[in-house]
């Protein structure tokens, strides 16, 4: 399975709205500026992501998207498929009627434990998971900043 920019930039500005959402709606341009996207193609990643009831979207001069469920209840499975579609990586997995050989190919078998793999990981990871994550990885980019200031004697004093 490939994940087009539709899947992989979907996924991280709807990370991104997690991590900066407050009371109000966070506006598309901050999204796009931080995550490097642009804008147009982000409103058109955003539009599946309201039909699939995983966000808001707000206009007006407070307009924005804002996350409608908890972190914890968006499996990255559910926001992958609004995105991407069927996570098949190849036609006989999806429907065994496409190949005759299904039942006696093991390369077919294979097939199908590779997506069972991917939508393993998949169903277990929350949007809660990936803030955790993400938070884990700034604490730690911080903490090494910090030691290397510390270690050449600048310690901000």
């Given at each position: 399975?490939?994940?087009?920019?539709?899947?992989?930039?979907?996924?991280?500005?709807?990370?991104?709205?997690?991590?900066?959402?407050?009371?109000?709606?966070v506006?598309?341009?901050?999204?796009?500026?931080?995550?490097?996207?642009?804008?147009?193609?982000?409103?058109?990643?955003?539009?599946?992501?309201?039909?699939?009831?995983?966000?808001?979207?707000?206009?007006?001069?407070?307009?924005?998207?804002?996350?409608?469920?908890?972190?914890?209840?968006?499996?990255?499975?559910?926001?992958?498929?609004?995105?991407?579609?069927?996570?098949?990586?190849?036609?006989?997995?999806?429907?065994?009627?496409?190949?005759?050989?299904?039942?006696?190919?093991?390369?077919?078998?294979?097939?199908?434990e590779?997506?069972?793999?991917?939508?393993?990981?998949?169903?277990?990871?929350?949007?809660?998971?990936?803030?955790?994550?993400?938070?884990?990885?700034?604490?730690?980019?911080?903490?090494?900043?910090?030691?290397?200031?510390?270690?050449?004697?600048?310690?901000g004093?």
């Open positions: 399975m490939r994940l087009s920019t539709k899947g992989r930039y979907g996924s991280r500005a709807l990370l991104d709205l997690a991590l900066h959402r407050s009371e109000e709606p506006p598309l341009k901050d999204i796009a500026r931080r995550q490097e996207i642009s804008l147009p193609y982000l409103e058109h990643l955003i539009a599946p992501l309201v039909a699939g009831g995983i966000v808001k979207s707000n206009r007006g001069v407070r307009g924005g998207i804002s996350v409608l469920k908890h972190p914890e209840d968006i499996k990255l499975i559910d926001v992958i498929v609004l995105l991407e579609g069927s996570i098949g990586s190849v036609d006989c997995v999806n429907n065994p009627k496409a190949c005759p050989r299904t039942g006696l190919c093991v390369t077919h078998d294979i097939w199908d590779v997506e069972k793999a991917i939508e393993g990981v998949l169903e277990s990871t929350t949007l809660q998971d990936m803030i955790e994550r993400q938070r884990q990885k700034w604490d730690l980019k911080q903490s090494k900043e910090h030691e290397r200031q510390c270690s050449s004697g600048d310690d004093d």
